[in-house]
């Protein structure tokens, strides 16, 4: 069940509307699926919430069929899949610059006087890059700046005449009812919802961005140049609501809460920031729209819709494998993704989001419903063992257990998990089945519990996060196809039946102890076994044996396949985190690059050295034992001293990293 991770490799650049995006290293969909499938070969995405995964299996020569609900998904499908250049996004955005308001000035001065102040140093007028709020107030405290005439930057304090006159702002009640209207309808239920969610927006932003986006509908110009400018438009929207935390902005916002200190930046330059954003420097991505096909050599087909509305009509042998990341409830994205849609293209594209405005609190039970739909629509339609990898970012065990239950009601059956080493990332790789047809008593599943947690804790040989443990206890569910149950009326899918049966596990004191973590809670802390497992070399020494074994074989190796080789020999959920695997490196080999991506063991580690080094620890031992009045004796591989004949006192056992044996010693 359990797997090498697919670590994949940093995303190097940054993308759009990135903190709203599944964080999944770029590579890492495209490593399995060339494990698993031809090239040529169509695979499914079927929540379409991860442009950059499609564009990346379509350019490793897959054929993807995206299914996307989302306008604002589609939308940046489309757009990063035909590589605009840096010099097609500054044309557009230079032409939107030059245009007119009221045929008096050009638009792009109109906006930037918005964001004039005082130098704080030398009073000249300069732009800001940003201001800075304090939720509740009527006035930015203070902006962020560089003067170009006396070089001062960085945040300063605005005077009370500067806030005044930033006050000093065009009406916004047209602006304000030109955003509604957008959206909805004067008598439209949801109206209410929509003007919480604009709320979310300051006056000097919403009046910008209603004038930016009024003023490209008006423009005169091409289809390819107006979808560049909503391009860097929806940059724009993004950077212009109060959800960025200051100074260090929440990286992920979940909810429309607004922080208690937060940044309103300067529209026009984001914008221009917005253009290194959308331009990718690589080569254009076929993009057809279903039941449209790409060529042969890989490209993507796009259904704006939602599974159920595409799978009438989707030939049930044409689809090779399912690809996707699982979507994380995230009111603050859907809800802002409502606002931005109806924005850009108007009321009747804000349809598909209706449930989404109506829908202001996600949770679990819910979350595990919804992806369990998905689910069985894909069992019902595809050819029994379909590979699918599910991948879960942002992880942790609420959405683990959503994800994992779903797809285990839903009939698909677990092939194997991985955990990335910080568990922030899973991979769960299934195929399709037949759905389970009852459920498991507790009492049972309580016991298969148990036995996953001894034998998760036996092999990592250390104390470990309820995270790790309850991964190892969905696992074994899996294997044991008790997980899931097919929902009947009146039958609960929701986690909290789930958790009644797995939690009270960790609270017998007879089977575990819990090292720190509070009361409330039982996904803080770390979790030992009450009575200890046979020995066996903990985490840290396997991964120190394995790295020092290869690095004997291999005089000088990347960094890339140093990990390679410990996430194969520590699999599934035993992936060792980076840091982990960086203080062994460090403490055995050297870096012989100055980027430091190739390494090297210290001759000091040869094992011949390695061997005198043993010998004198152990006749050390030996002198040690004499002084203290212990009789001392070799068993096996130990050496033991003896208070008397038949009273072991200690017991050493001498090793180095390179012999350290991956079996219990006798």
């Known amino acids: 069940m359990y797997t090498p991770f697919i670590p994949g490799k940093a995303q190097a650049k940054p993308v759009p509307l990135e903190r709203f995006l599944p964080p999944i290293p770029a590579g890492m969909s495209q490593d399995w699926a060339i494990e698993h499938f031809p090239k040529g070969a169509w695979v499914l995405d079927p929540f379409g919430n991860s442009p950059q995964m499609a564009i990346e299996l379509a350019r490793a020569g897959y054929r993807v069929l995206v299914t996307a609900n989302n306008p604002i998904h589609s939308f940046m499908l489309q757009i990063l899949a035909s590589a605009p250049s840096e010099a097609e996004l500054t044309a557009a955005l230079s032409k939107l610059g030059d245009a007119q308001i009221a045929k008096q000035r050009h638009i792009e001065p109109y906006i930037r006087s918005l964001y004039q102040i005082n130098c704080i140093n030398c009073e000249e007028v300069i732009e800001a890059q940003s201001f800075i709020w304090r939720r509740e107030e009527e006035y930015p405290y203070a902006c962020t700046a560089q003067c170009p005439h006396c070089g001062v930057k960085g945040e300063q304090s605005l005077s009370i005449d500067t806030r005044q006159q930033l006050k000093s702002l065009p009406p916004i009640g047209l602006h304000r009812a030109r955003a509604l209207e957008r959206i909805v309808s004067l008598d439209d239920p949801l109206r209410k919802q929509v003007e919480n969610a604009i709320n979310c927006y300051q006056p000097r932003p919403l009046i910008v961005l209603q004038t930016l986006i009024n003023k490209t509908i008006t423009l005169s110009h091409s289809d390819k140049l107006q979808q560049l400018l909503t391009a ?216 298969h519990a148990q036995a996953a947690v001894k034998d998760y804790l036996t092999q990592r040989f250390e104390p470990s996060p309820y995270q790790w443990l309850h991964a190892a206890i969905l696992t074994e569910y899996c294997a044991k196809d008790i997980l899931g149950n ?159 004949e038949n009273m072991p006192a200690y017991a050493f056992r001498i090793s180095t990293p390179s012999n350290t044996p991956t079996t219990p010693p006798s």
């Open 486 to 644: 097919t929902p009947t009326k009146g039958e609960d899918l929701s986690l909290t039946e789930l958790y009644k049966q797995i939690d009270p596990i960790f609270l017998y004191p007879d089977f575990l102890i819990r090292y720190g973590g509070g009361p409330a809670s039982l996904d803080t802390g770390l979790y030992w076994l009450k009575r200890d497992p046979p020995y066996q070399p903990a985490l840290i020494d396997q991964v120190e044996s394995n790295m020092i074994q290869y690095l004997l074989k291999n005089t000088a190796t990347s960094l890339a396949e140093i990990k390679t080789n410990i996430y194969q020999a520590c699999r599934g959920l035993l992936t060792p985190d980076d840091e982990l695997i960086m203080a062994c490196l460090n403490a055995y080999a050297d870096p012989i690059t100055p980027e430091r991506s190739s390494w090297q063991l210290r001759s000091s580690e040869n094992p011949k050295i390695r061997s005198r080094d043993i010998q004198e620890i152990r006749e050390i031992l030996f002198s040690i034992a004499d002084d203290l009045g212990f009789e001392s004796k070799e068993d096996g591989k130990r050496l033991i001293w003896y208070e008397n």
């Open 232 to 447: 860097l438009l929806l940059s724009a929207c993004d950077r212009g609501n109060t959800l960025w935390a200051y100074p260090t902005a929440r990286s992920r916002p979940l909810q429309l809460a607004i922080p208690a200190i937060y940044q309103e930046f300067n529209l026009w330059e984001s914008l221009l920031d917005a253009i290194k954003l959308w331009q990718t420097h690589q080569a254009v991505v076929p993009l057809a729209h279903w039941p449209e096909t790409p060529p042969l050599s890989g490209g993507i087909s796009l259904f704006k819709g939602r599974l159920r509305e595409l799978t009438p009509e989707l030939p049930s042998e044409m689809i090779q494998g399912i690809i996707t990341t699982i979507p994380r409830p995230n009111q603050a994205f859907w809800t802002l993704s409502a606002l931005w849609t109806g924005w850009l293209w108007g009321k009747d594209s804000v349809a598909p989001l209706k449930v989404a405005l109506s829908r202001q609190r996600y949770e679990w039970n819910w979350h595990t419903k919804a992806l369990y739909s998905v689910f069985l629509s894909l069992n019902k339609r595809l050819p029994k063992t379909t590979p699918f990898l599910m991948i879960i970012p942002e992880n942790e065990h609420n959405f683990l257990s959503a994800s994992m239950h779903a797809a285990g009601s839903a009939g698909f059956n677990l092939k194997s998990i991985a955990f990335s080493g910080d568990g922030k990332t899973a991979q769960c790789y299934w195929s399709n089945a037949t759905p389970p047809s009852k459920t498991p008593a507790r009492a049972e599943r309580q016991l």
